[in-house]
């Protein structure tokens, strides 16, 4: 039996303040359990700069390997961690996985200078990778032998193969019991309706959608739980550990309509007080009426709508293809239904103009949601993005070029726009959307936690106040 340590780094500040389980290590450390192995989960919301903890922790526990759940703006804490870990230990192999060493395997494994790299989904990998390193088999034998693993030779790189793909319905619960679920009902959620006890669900992997931005770690194939499998689990979620709220964080819950139905039918009969948010993204165009009654009626308190453009050309340029009149058709009917909506955007696509981001902007300040996001345009590297703007700017989207970007700092512009402009229309667009009575009106009537509104009226008031300006 080995004890393995799997580490989840935050990057936490004015920009992002929520966090959402680390769903990946949660499933890894149930099949590492199933296959007779000790895993730990740590955390590092607490205290997203304390780069010495996960490395105490190793030095008292004496893990045979630690992973790490990296996305891209969370390099800075990752490699702080790893390098702390290495001066107390540097005898305890490291893996990577998560979105960011996925899609840049090489790039994770030198930078990072860890020991192996999982890419992609982890629960039929990891446990083989930590039968390997118990048997201390060479690190060239391991990557060519196990699908989905690369491995560091001095600076070179060895693999990763194509792994195979779990099968959802027999995958172990998450491992809820490694978590400390007090950080969670004190810290804000992806839902950001305010901090309460909440579990995190995932009920399918995958997107067969091509958005241009996205790392597609899970693949194109859209893979479904039962509904049977979904509700027996938020069963013995609110029956066995008291939660009645819950956020399904898949990237498109409702593709699978007659699945969607039975899911939302089945908490109904079960859990007659559950309360639902949907944070990742539902796909608007593929809602109606019916199932936003539907959603209602299950305990839909909250849904996030991933709009990103309202110029139709741009949908096709990043090959979202959103049908924008349906979309907003959607949510009209889900704030007519209650349901506290939010709407994702994006300034500053390929060779996106300035009348078409104040179009965006407007389209967000006509509607009727209660909450917008803004972000700007992030070519993160290993996206189909990252090529666009190479080809615009001639620069590679290498690991240096976005290195500590995010979608609200980003100072790389790939639009049609000056910095001046973009960063101007970027300023404004949460003044515009934010500073409308009527709007205020309804966030106050309809806000599912009317206790945070003093903390959420603070946040809006930092975003319309005029930010830092961009630079290339």
């Known amino acids: 039996m080995a004890r393995i340590l799997l580490v989840k780094p935050r990057f936490m500040g004015p920009e992002f303040r929520s966090i959402t389980h680390p769903m990946g290590l949660m499933y890894v450390a149930a099949t590492l359990r199933q296959a007779g192995h000790e895993p730990r989960i740590i955390d590092c919301a607490a205290d997203p700069y304390d780069f010495d903890g996960p490395a105490r922790i190793a030095a008292d526990w004496r893990p045979d390997c630690i992973g790490l759940s990296i996305i891209v703006s969370e390099l800075e804490q990752a490699s702080g961690i790893i390098g702390s870990i290495r001066a107390r230990s540097p005898e305890i192999p490291i893996v990577l996985g998560g979105p960011w060493p996925s899609a840049n395997p090489a ?9 192996f790299v999982v890419a992609g989904e982890g629960e039929l990998t990891f446990p083989l990778l930590v039968d390997a390193i118990e048997r201390r088999q060479n690190p060239f034998v391991t990557a060519k032998s196990i699908p989905g693993v690369a491995a560091r030779i001095g600076d070179s790189v060895q693999g990763p193969s194509p792994a195979p793909l779990p099968d959802l319905d027999r995958l172990p619960l998450p491992a809820w019991d490694l978590l400390d679920h007090e950080l969670y009902a004190r810290t804000l959620s992806m839902a950001g309706v305010g901090c309460r006890p909440y579990m ?3 009920t399918s992997r995958g997107c067969p959608f091509r958005c241009a931005y996205c790392h597609q770690t899970q693949g194109k194939q859209f893979r479904r739980r ?31 309509r007659e699945r969607m139905h039975a899911i939302l039918n089945g908490i109904i009969d079960a859990i007659p007080d559950a309360r639902l948010h949907f944070p990742n993204g539902v796909r608007a165009d593929h809602l109606d009426g019916r199932d936003i009654r539907l959603l209602r009626q299950a305990g839909t308190v909250s849904a996030c709508f991933a709009i990103e453009t309202a110029s139709p050309d741009l949908q096709k340029v990043i090959r979202k293809n959103l049908d924008i009149d349906k979309a907003l058709d959607a949510i009209r009917a889900a704030v007519a239904e209650g349901i506290y909506s939010t709407g994702f955007f994006m300034l500053g696509l390929p ?4 009348s078409q981001a104040m179009a965006t902007v407007e389209f967000a300040a006509r509607s009727p949601l209660h909450r917008a996001i803004f972000m700007l345009t992030t070519p993160f590297a290993g996206t189909e993005l990252a090529d666009m703007a190479a080809r615009i700017t001639g620069t590679p989207m290498t690991l240096n070029a976005v290195r500590g970007l995010n979608y609200f700092t980003s100072s790389i512009n790939i639009s049609a726009m000056t910095d001046g402009e973009l960063n101007s229309i970027f300023r404004s667009a949460y003044r515009r959307f934010y500073l409308n009575p009527r709007r205020i009106l309804r966030v106050i009537s309809q806000h599912p936690r009317k206790q945070s509104l003093p903390r959420y009226a603070l946040i809006m008031i930092e975003k319309i106040i005029p930010g830092r300006k961009r630079t290339r």
């Open 200 to 202: 995190t669900v995932v």
């Open 351 to 354: 060779g996106e103009t300035g």
């Open 107 to 115: 790039d994770a494994l030198i930078m990072l200078q860890a020991d």
């Open 226 to 256: 039962t509904a049977q499998s979904v509700v027996d689990e938020l069963v013995t979620l609110n029956r066995d550990h008291g939660f009645s709220e819950f956020e399904i964080v898949d990237d498109c819950f409702n593709l699978d």
